[in-house]
Each structure stands twice: as structure tokens, then as C-alpha cells.
């Protein structure tokens, strides 16, 4: 008999040890985190290469054609995104140098405007601040860097000034609240996938995201149609006004619908005295206190504009009605409405000129990752539905605090995490979706989301013990269609049934979905299956099995080319079989390389 000895069990990810336990306390917020990466997957190669510099040649990492890890500098990007590959470059650079895993801790999460220093380190002995102008030189190259300093700074003081306090920000401090529910009983703008009950819990769920915020009272008034003036029927419109006059030290009215205009916003105001809001300033206000990143501020900013247009008009009619007609600028030839507007417009333009910024620097990380080839894999769902969960559940990352409450991510961030096979992959959590939500508030957010389109494969996670539950899978599947997203990633979705802890013997009823508890770590292993089978097909992926001699070239090949999961050595014929990933590309190249080779399909 041939005495084989397995020299390369590849570890697998660190357990969850991160994860809360069943009956133990939830987490607790705490700010956005960052990505860590979990051991190396290689720790058993590197056993088994014993250097240092084999190892790394051969730590190709779901990498087909790509650089190996750990990778060179990259640059920057936005948020948290950028510093997560940061940190796996780093933790992968620790990995290969022998660094022992318990020293990879999250770093905390810093500001972008950290990520310059990050990137490049002074050389020392080029002085002060001249460090990279001494680096290059005299002459040209040192210039042309000043410029680009320059340029830094210049876009930095821009974004400050676009990200100062913004007009629309509601007041810090306590708010007791009324929720105002206009309930379309009939017609077709009744909703046959939901009651008047579910959405005002949705609306109680937003007002308690919001610290200090207090419901008073939840009031359901019937309505033909909430898009007249009033929302209310006039009778209807009496009835609430003493109901809510009634309510003692009420300081606001949520008026659960979209939008309600600048105007019936001042009426409705002037007949409750207090302060009305619709879902759009809430969930603008819920955004504002969780925005962490430069980019997820910036889509606020540019979400306030319509805002900020529909207040302009308002006051400019009611300048008009005070003084007659509208009234040019002193000398200038513009109205007061008209310079306002231009003022708006070129606001309007500079954000969306900083995201583009933000945009090309992170399509330049999108290119990076492409060149290393790690498969992505967007985890979406609507907001609460246990997203951060699943992908803290998916990678061990510690540093991961889901919480309960609505939108708690608002930044596209990337975690890895592996696979059965050992095949490194990048889970990216993205920001909830809610019904009703404005679609200008859509709009702003949709750079972010635009990520999606370039990972492999979008994990749908549902919270099936919603009552909603239905309601919020149409809601999540009309706002990826409207994203456009490429069709094979829309029709490869793998859905997901989460907490099904809170359901005895929780069936699916659709086909083809996965119950898991996030949570508890209940079916994650059919699901990095289902994971891994649909990467395979999207990233054209194969596990192969390869009999190699250990005389010629080919292991060494296919350390550098593909990702080595096993070797199991056969002394006596002084050959080894390797277990690999390898993309369709590389495979092609081997078979011209090494025609004799004996291959089996996994
Ligand atoms: N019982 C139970 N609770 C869960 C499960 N998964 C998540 N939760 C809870 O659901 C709440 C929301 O979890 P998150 O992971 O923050 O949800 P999310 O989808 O990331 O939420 P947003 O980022 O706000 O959109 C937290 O209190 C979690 O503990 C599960 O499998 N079972
Ligand atoms: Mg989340």
C-alpha cells in the first residue's frame, strides 16, 4: 500500500468565536467598524514550503491570473471600503511574514482623511513634509506631486465646506412625537401586502432609531387620497386637529407618508403648532446620525437638495405675496429666487462632482481587486433583516456590531471571508432598503450600490418572521431591478430565510431559499455551499484535483498561478496530488504547459 502523507490542510477561517450565543446578551452599538481578515488561509502551506518567500510565491489566494498576496500599496479610497482592503493587504503582508494570528485586531475605524497617511509613509531623512518631493527628486516629478498635494487639499477644504452643518438638520435634543397614519382603505393605492397597523410599527421602529425620541401617541386616520393638500378629508382633517391639540407637551407630528410639500408642511404646522415631518426627513435625520464616511455624508447632502428647492419656492411665494411681486437684486439682474436656485445648482453640482472623486478612486480599488481576483459577493436585504449579522456570522470579523435598529449600516464596507473550499472571498454589506422610500433619497445612495453591480453574486437576506416580510422581498427586488444591475447577477440571487431561530421547524415555501439564524449559525454551512457552487459558475472557477511529479515544475506553477488547497504527497513515486482553484484561464495555460498531466474534476 502507498503511504501518502497530507502535508497541506489549508486552516479554516477562525470560529465564530465573535458571534453573540444563544440566550446572551445582544450587542451593543457602537461606531462602524472595519474589516479584519480572518487567519491566512495557507497556514498549513506555509508548513509545508518552510520559507518565508516560497510561501508568498504561492499564496496566490482565489487568485487565478492576479498578483499574489500580500498585495503592493493601493490606493485609497472612500471609506471604509478602502481601509478594509487597507487592512487585509496588511494583515495579509503580517500573515506571510509569520506574523502570529492573534496580533490581526481590527484597527479602529479612522477618517478618510487618514487614508493620505496610510497610503504612503514619509521615507525618513527626506524631511518635514517633502516626503515624497524628496523621494523624486529635483526637477518635474517633485512639481507635479506638489500639485497633486495641492489639489488634496484644495478638494478637502471643498468637502468641509459641502459638509458643514447642513439648514435642514433637525435640533439635538428630546422630541415627543405623534405618529400620523393617513390610511388608504380602498382604491388602488391600497396596498393589498400590508395594513395600516404594520406601517405605523414601521413608523414607531424609525422614530425609536432616533435617541430621545419618544412616541406620544399612533393615530390611524382614514384618507381617499394622502396626495391632497390637506391629506385628510376636511371633517377627518377637525377630528385629528384636537385630537393632536389634546396631546400634551407634544413637540412633533410624524406624518407617515413620502413627501408632503413645503407648503402643506407650513399649514399643517400653523394648524397643530408644532413641528411636522414626513418619512423623507426622518429617514434623512436617521442617515445624518449614522453617516460615518465622507461619501455617506455627501449622499445626504445631495438627498437635501430637493428639500432645500421645495423651501425656496415656498418662501419666495411668500415673499411675493408680503411685497407684491418678485423683486431683482440690487444691480445684479437676478431675482431672489433665481440666485437661490443658482446657488443651488452649483452646490448640487460640487457634491456630485466630490462622489464622481470618490467614485473613480474606488472604481480604482474595483480594478485592483479584478487584477487579484477575489470573488465578491453582495449581502442585501431590507433594513434589519440581519445583513451585518450574516456577514459577522460568514468571517468571524469581531469588530462587526449589528444592531437593532433601522439603517445601522449606511456604508458599502468589505469583509472576507472563506468558503468550504478554502476559496477566499469579500462579502461587501450594503446599506437596508425601506418601502416608501423617496426615490431622490434612492438617487443619492445609488453610488454606493453601484458596487454591487461589480461583485458576483447578491445574497438576498430575509427576515421571514416580519409580518411584512413579503412586502419588503417585493420592495428589495424593485429597488436591485431599478439599479440596473447586469441580468446574471439578478437572476443567480441566492435568497435567504433569516431568524428562523424565532419559528419552530421553519420550512421554506419558495423554492431554491436557504433558512439560516445569522445569529445562532444555523444553516451557514448549506449556505457557504450554495455560495460556493453559484462563485464557481459566475467566476468561471474550477476545483480541480491534479497528480504532479515533484521533479518538474508544475506544483510550483501552480502555487504561483492558482490556489493550492491540498498536497498530498506520494513519496515512493515522488509525486504529489494537488487540489487547486484555478480559473479558466490559468487551466487553459497548464494543459498547454503540462499536456500529460493526470487531472480529475471535483
Ligand atoms: N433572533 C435573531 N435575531 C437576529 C438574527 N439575525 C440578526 N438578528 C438581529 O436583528 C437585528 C438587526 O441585525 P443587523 O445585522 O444589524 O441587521 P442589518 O440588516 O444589518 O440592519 P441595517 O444595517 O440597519 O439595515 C439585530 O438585533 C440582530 O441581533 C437571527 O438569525 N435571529
Ligand atoms: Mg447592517
Known amino acids: 500500500m502507498k503511504q501518502r502523507k497530507k502535508l497541506n490542510s489549508p486552516t479554516p ?97 479612522r477618517p478618510l482623511s487618514a487614508a493620505a497617511r496610510l497610503r504612503a509613509p514619509h521615507p525618513p531623512g527626506t524631511g518635514g513634509g517633502g516626503r515624497r518631493k524628496g523621494a523624486a527628486g529635483a526637477g518635474g516629478r517633485g512639481e507635479e506631486e506638489d500639485e497633486e498635494e495641492e489639489e488634496e487639499e484644495e478638494d478637502e477644504a471643498e ?23 393617513p390610511a388608504v382603505k380602498w382604491g388602488p393605492r391600497k396596498s393589498p401586502l400590508t395594513t395600516a397597523e404594520l406601517q405605523i410599527a414601521e413608523a414607531v421602529a424609525l422614530v425609536d432609531t432616533l435617541q430621545n425620541w419618544t412616541v406620544l401617541d399612533k393615530i390611524i386616520i382614514p384618507t381617499k387620497n ?108 437676478e431675482t431672489f429666487l433665481e440666485t437661490q436656485n443658482r446657488i443651488l445648482k452649483e452646490r448640487e453640482l460640487k457634491i456630485r462632482n466630490a462622489l464622481e472623486k470618490l467614485r473613480r478612486k474606488r472604481s480604482l480599488l474595483r480594478t485592483q481587486r479584478r487584477k ?96 411584512e416580510t413579503i412586502l419588503q422581498k417585493a420592495t428589495v427586488l424593485s429597488v436591485l431591478k431599478n439599479l440596473n444591475l447586469p441580468s446574471h447577477l439578478l437572476d443567480s440571487i441566492v435568497e435567504v430565510h433569516n431568524k428562523v431561530d424565532l419559528i419552530e421547524r421553519y420550512k421554506p415555501t419558495e423554492e431554491n431559499a436557504l433558512a439560516i439564524s445569522a445569529l445562532h449559525g444555523h444553516g451557514l454551512e448549506e449556505l457557504k455551499q450554495e455560495i460556493e457552487k453559484k462563485i464557481l459558475t459566475a467566476t468561471g472557477k474550477k476545483i480541480l484535483t491534479i497528480d504532479v511529479n515533484l521533479e518538474g515544475p508544475q506544483l510550483s506553477w501552480l502555487y504561483k498561478e492558482a490556489t493550492v488547497q491540498e498536497v498530498e504527497v506520494m513519496p515512493e513515486d515522488g509525486t504529489a496530488r494537488v487540489k487547486v482553484i484555478i480559473s479558466s484561464s490559468a487551466f487553459g495555460r497548464y494543459k498547454n504547459l503540462f499536456p500529460n498531466s493526470k487531472i480529475f474534476m471535483s
Open 13 to 109: 477561517p477562525p470560529p465564530s468565536r465573535a458571534l453573540p450565543r444563544r440566550g446572551g446578551p445582544r450587542p451593543r452599538a457602537a461606531p462602524a467598524s472595519i474589516t479584519a481578515l480572518p487567519g491566512p488561509v495557507g497556514g498549513g502551506e506555509r508548513r509545508h514550503m518552510g520559507g518565508r518567500r516560497r510561501f508568498r510565491g504561492g499564496r496566490k489566494d482565489a487568485a487565478g491570473d492576479g498578483p499574489s498576496l500580500p498585495c503592493p500599496e493601493e490606493p485609497m479610497g472612500p471609506g471604509s471600503l478602502s481601509r478594509s482592503l487597507l487592512l487585509r493587504c496588511r494583515r495579509a503582508a503580517a500573515a506571510a511574514l509569520d506574523a502570529p494570528r492573534w496580533h490581526c485586531r481590527p484597527l479602529p475605524a
Open 159 to 181: 468637502l468641509e465646506e459641502l459638509l458643514g452643518p447642513s439648514p435642514l438638520a433637525l435640533e439635538p435634543g428630546a422630541q415627543r412625537v405623534a405618529i400620523v397614519h
Open 226 to 333: 394622502p396626495d391632497k393638500k390637506f391629506v385628510f378629508g376636511k371633517g377627518n382633517f377637525q377630528v385629528l386637529t384636537e385630537k393632536i391639540k389634546k396631546l400634551p407637551h407634544l413637540t412633533a407630528v410624524f406624518l407617515n407618508v413620502q413627501r408632503v410639500s413645503s407648503l402643506t408642511k407650513k399649514e399643517l404646522e400653523g394648524a397643530w403648532g408644532v413641528k411636522v415631518f414626513d418619512r423623507y426627513t426622518i429617514v434623512l435625520h436617521i442617515f445624518r446620525c449614522n453617516a460615518r464616511t465622507k461619501e455617506a455624508k455627501l449622499q445626504i447632502a445631495l438627498a437635501e437638495i430637493p428639500l432645500l428647492r421645495s423651501n425656496l419656492k415656498n418662501e419666495v411665494s411668500q415673499r411675493d405675496q408680503q411685497r407684491g411681486g418678485s423683486r431683482y437684486i440690487m444691480g445684479s439682474g
Open 372 to 467: 487579484r481576483e477575489f470573488p465578491m459577493i453582495s449581502v442585501m436585504g431590507y433594513t434589519n433583516c440581519g445583513k451585518t449579522t450574516l456577514i459577522k456570522a460568514l468571517t468571524g470579523e469581531a469588530g462587526l456590531q449589528p444592531r437593532d435598529q433601522l439603517f445601522a449600516t449606511l456604508d458599502v464596507t468589505a469583509h472576507a471571508g472563506y468558503l468550504p473550499s478554502h476559496m477566499a472571498v469579500i462579502y461587501v454589506d450594503t446599506i437596508g432598503f425601506l418601502t416608501d422610500l423617496p426615490h431622490n433619497l434612492v438617487e443619492s445612495f445609488s453610488a454606493t450600490l453601484e458596487e454591487v453591480a461589480y461583485t458576483d453574486l447578491i445574497v438576498h437576506v430575509r427576515d421571514i418572521t416580519h409580518p
